[in-house]
């Protein structure tokens, strides 16, 4: 997987590529982890470029969400792929993940 990271007004975006497995989920791990600096940070991951996830990639999203949740920073979810979201939903993690249409939709979230 390749993720590439943006920085818009302070909110770190990183795009996510590939598939979301073990190996990946630890990348993705690390690269939230590095991308969020401090108390109240916030990151979005644009998931459009993930087509499949399994048991250890969702397990990465959660342990992102609540380390960020620990911290007091702000992941949102953003774009998943209809495999994905479909996984995001039967797992019901659409519950506990904060999941937005589109990345511009994730930003526009924070600033309300």
Do not use: W, Y
Not at 16 to 21: A, D, R, V
Not at 97 to 106: C, F, G, R, Y
């Amino acid at each position: 997987m390749a993720i590439s990271i943006e920085d818009h007004a302070g909110v770190k975006i990183l795009r996510l590529h590939g598939e979301l497995g073990a190996n990946e989920g630890l990348t993705l791990i690390e690269e939230v982890t590095e991308a969020l600096e401090g108390r109240g940070a916030c990151a979005v991951i644009d998931m459009s470029g993930v087509p499949s996830i399994n048991s250890a990639g969702i397990g990465a999203v959660v342990r992102v969400k609540a380390q960020a949740n620990t911290q007091e920073q702000t992941v949102l979810f953003a774009d998943p792929s209809p495999i994905v979201s479909g996984v995001f939903v039967t797992s019901k993690l659409d519950k506990f993940l904060e999941i937005h249409a589109s990345v511009d939709e994730a930003l526009q979230s924070l600033r309300d």
